[in-house]
Each structure stands twice: as structure tokens, then as C-alpha cells.
């Protein structure tokens, strides 16, 4: 690895040092070997991952280290939060010269572990392993993770379970947060952290007449586009939290995620969520609201002559934030649909998923089966057939004297035939929990080819459960 330490460069209140805490009878999970070359590791340190991703050893010039940052959860304020179970223990530079972080998570107690164990248990690391993996083919910028480890040591949560780690990689772990506790705890590192912020992550930016404006134009664009990627596979992230949001756009903290099934835009996948305010529909409301608070952060470095101007510069960039991921999603949701990028290929696709919706279709497959013009399926599936075929006339009018071989292909490449189901996850947590891992890795290979046909697909890979079966309930715990 090629290491390029920078976070510990900036004040020491921002972080503290220390060594992860391994767990009892560490064994091997799963290994990203792949992502294990982008980032340039040498044969010795893939032939050592098990130790790297359990703890057991650290590298020489870093010292891992926890950070502290604050957040509002489910809507209020938390006050101090940080790293309660996870160490930032080193930054590498990959294949293209990004500089890359590696986390390592079930690390152990820090001090902000707050009531935490500082553990992750198996069921979590798995679900948190394969959905970046997941993200990641799909296109969508996430974390991801090297690899993970169990072990023979019980952690106790709903039921005793077995302690694990996973190494999880990030653009940055740099949260909406962080701004939050610095504004409310060490005011006087705003100026120093935004701009260290700015030259790692938008250098772009400092050419800018005032790059703090632009750098927030920056977060609010990604922020926007990676929602809307979310919505377009179906994805919710459930604990959308200030703390939960890093400043690159890209998709951090899995805790009680899904990929929807039955189209249900109130879905409430995380089962701690009774009010559903993190429910799929609301993600992009959320969205807006994270970067509104995060944006009154930034208020302080304004000179006092130019507060006001600066507060409706902010204003304006954050009214920026709708459109932005307007224009994203209604391009993304034509591309689903193999239609031209106009409104009225827009007004089509809605009513395709007013049908998904009022009949209670699976997404993911209802999608796929549109891409192969498997129009009789579909309809089959419906009771109100009058709405289907109303649809489906305006649908084939919309394509008339298109490109259709073009359209096809665009559709093929944004219409994926597995996203990773709730049941899936679930089946190769049971066989990993008896040591059988292969789940895991069927699951990891199929994937990481969303978009075509695997020979290791299983019929019950392109489908929910049976209406008769419980939808799997996932929960903050992990």
C-alpha cells in the first residue's frame, strides 16, 4: 500500500489514538481481492488480510485513530457523537492517485462509544459487505469494503451473536457531522478543517472567486445525485442521520438499508423508524433538510460585513438542490424505461409506477421485464388491466420512430436483474453463522454483475418473498 496520512495532521481535538481492540478466535469471511489491487496492496498484505481486517496488526506509519463529529438523529439534536466503534488505521492511494480511506469497524470501545460495546456482530458486517459491493456495480458512489472477519467471540444484542470486523473503504468519512461538533465544541478549527476539506476533496474549488460558496455547491450537487440514485434502484438507507452523510455524495453507514420489493413509496424498511421519516419517499426531503443544517455551519466563516450576503448565497445554492436531483432522477427513471428524455416520457414512467404501486409489483423484476418487452407478464400480473393497456399504448406511441435498438441498450444498462433482496442477506447470514460462507460468495459474485445473467442465479434471486411470508424486519441493532 501506498500510504498518504492526512487526517491526522489536522488538531488533535478532532480525533483520538488508538490501537483496535481485536476480537477472540478471529477467522476469515470474505476477501474483496479486487478492490484489494485498486488500491495498490502488495501480495504480502493480501496474503495477510485476515489479520489486517481483524485488528491484529496495524501498519507502522499510521496510528489508527477515531473521530469525533456530532448529528441530528431522526430529527434531533444528539450532541457529541464520533467514532464509537470503528478506527480511521490508514490512507492509501489507489490506482488513479485518490486517496482513499480504510476503516476498520467492531474495532472496540473508544471515547465515544458512548453506551456502545464497540463490537459489530456477523448479521451487520455481511449486510454492510455485500450492499457496498452492491452499490458499487451498480454505479452508485458508496463505500466499499477489502473484506471481513468473524470470530468465536459472542457479542450480545437482541440474542448473543458472533463479534465480527469488516475493512471499509471510503472517498472520505468526513460527516455533515463533523461541522456540527466543531461549530458547537472548537469553533476556532472551522476555518483550518473547511479548507483542508476543500483542498483534498474539490480542489477545483479554490480556483473559485469564493471557494467556500462553491465547495458547498459541490456537496449539495453530489448529495442530490446520489439520492437519486438511490431511488432509481429502489435503494433506502433507513438512518439518514447528519452523522450518516459524508461530504463526497457518496453512500456511507449501513445500518438498516433495503432495496424495495413490492413498489411502496411510504416503505419503512428500518424497523426503528415508527414514524417513517426515513421511509424510501422521503429520502429526498431528507436529503434537503441534512444539507439546510449543515449549511447554517458554514455561516461562521463569513466576515461580518458580508454574513448577510453569504447566508443568501448559501440560500440560493441550496435551492439548486431539487432541481439538480429532479433533472437526475427524471433522466434515470427515462433511461429505466427505454423512453426519449423528454416530460412526456417522464408523465409515462409515473404512471408505470402508479401501476407498480396500486398492483403491488416487485420493482426490480417489473423493471426487467419492460426491458424485455415481456408485456404479457406484466399485464398478467395486473388486476386493473384497463390502466395497464393505457400505459402500455402511451408507452409504445412514446417510442415510436425512436432509435428502439439504441433505447434497448440504454435500458439494459440501467435495469439490474439483482439487487440484494432482504432474503438473500438473510439466507447467507444463517449459513455464515454455522460457518459456511459460500452464501456470501455466490451472493459477492452475482453481485458484481447486476445487469446480465449469472450461471449462479437462483430463481428465488429475481423475486420477493411469497405474499405469505413476512417481510424481513431490520432494525438499528448491529
Known amino acids: 500500500m501506498i500510504l498518504n496520512s492526512r487526517y491526522p495532521k489536522l488538531n488533535s481535538k478532532l480525533y483520538h489514538q488508538q490501537q483496535p481492540s481485536s476480537l477472540h478466535g478471529a477467522k476469515a469471511g470474505h476477501f474483496n481481492a479486487a478492490l484489494a489491487n485498486t488500491l495498490q496492496w502488495s501480495e504480502a498484505e493480501k496474503d495477510n488480510w485476515v489479520a489486517l481486517c481483524s485488528g491484529q496488526q496495524t ?40 486517496i482513499i480511506d ?21 448479521r451487520s458486517v455481511i449486510r454492510e459487505y455485500l450492499a457496498g459491493h452492491a452499490l458499487n456495480a ?50 476556532e478549527q472551522l476555518a ?62 449501513f445500518g438498516p438499508f433495503g432495496f424495495m420489493e ?3 413509496p411510504n416503505w419503512i424498511n428500518n424497523h426503528s423508524d415508527a414514524q417513517g421519516r426515513y421511509s424510501y419517499q422521503n429520502q429526498p426531503s431528507i436529503g434537503h433538510w441534512n444539507l439546510w ?13 458580508e454574513k448577510e450576503q453569504f447566508k443568501q448565497d448559501l440560500a440560493s445554492a441550496l435551492e439548486q438542490y431539487e432541481p439538480t436531483f429532479l433533472a437526475h432522477y427524471q433522466q434515470g427513471l427515462n433511461n429505466k424505461m427505454g423512453l426519449p428524455d423528454t416530460s412526456e416520457s417522464f408523465d409515462c414512467a409515473m404512471q408505470f409506477l402508479r401501476i407498480l404501486q396500486s398492483e403491488q409489483l416487485d420493482y426490480t423484476q417489473s423493471f426487467l421485464r419492460l426491458q424485455q418487452q415481456d408485456y404479457q ?12 393497456d393505457q400505459f402500455l399504448a402511451q408507452y409504445h406511441a412514446l417510442r415510436e420512430n425512436q432509435d428502439l435498438e439504441q433505447l434497448q441498450t440504454t435500458m439494459q444498462q440501467h435495469n439490474p436483474r439483482y439487487v440484494l433482496r432482504n432474503h438473500m442477506a438473510q439466507r447467507a447470514i444463517e449459513a455464515a453463522e454455522n460457518d459456511d460462507f459460500s452464501e456470501v460468495d455466490r451472493l459477492f459474485q452475482l453481485l458484481a454483475t447486476p445487469f446480465s445473467q449469472h450461471p449462479l442465479e437462483r430463481a428465488e434471486d429475481l423475486a420477493p418473498l411469497a405474499s405469505d411470508q413476512a417481510e424481513i424486519a431490520v432494525s438499528c441493532s448491529s
Open 59 to 98: 501498519l507502522n506509519d499510521f496510528e489508527p485513530l477515531a473521530m469525533v463529529y456530532a448529528g441530528h438523529q431522526f430529527g434531533q439534536w444528539a450532541g457529541q457523537l464520533g467514532d464509537g466503534r470503528g478506527l480511521l488505521i490508514a490512507q492509501v492511494q489507489n490506482q488513479h492517485g485518490q
Open 262 to 264: 413490492r413498489f411502496r
Open 377 to 388: 407478464k406484466l399485464r398478467d400480473d395486473c388486476l386493473n388491466l384497463h390502466q395497464f
Open 293 to 305: 443544517m449543515w449549511l447554517n455551519n458554514l455561516m461562521p466563516l463569513a466576515k461580518a460585513e
Open 138 to 187: 451498480l454505479g452508485i458512489a458508496s463505500s466499499n469494503a477489502i473484506g471481513f472477519t468473524s470470530s468465536s467471540q459472542k457479542v450480545q444484542r437482541e440474542r448473543a451473536e458472533f463479534g465480527a470486523m469488516l475493512l471499509r473503504t471510503a472517498d472520505s468519512h468526513i460527516r455533515l457531522g463533523h461541522f456540527e461538533w466543531i461549530n458547537q465544541y472548537a469553533p
Open 192 to 253: 483550518d478543517f473547511t479548507q483542508k476539506c476543500i483542498e483534498w476533496h474539490f480542489p477545483e474549488c479554490l480556483t473559485e472567486e469564493q471557494p467556500i460558496l462553491a465547495f458547498a455547491q459541490q456537496v449539495i450537487t453530489r448529495t442530490a445525485i446520489m439520492i437519486a440514485n438511490w431511488q432509481l434502484v429502489g435503494f433506502a438507507h433507513g438512518v439518514m442521520n447528519t452523522d450518516n452523510l459524508n461530504i463526497t455524495g457518496s453512500t456511507l453507514d
Open 102 to 122: 480504510l476503516h476498520l469497524k467492531g474495532a472496540g470501545k473508544t471515547p465515544y462509544s458512548r453506551m456502545g460495546d464497540g463490537r459489530a456482530v456477523l
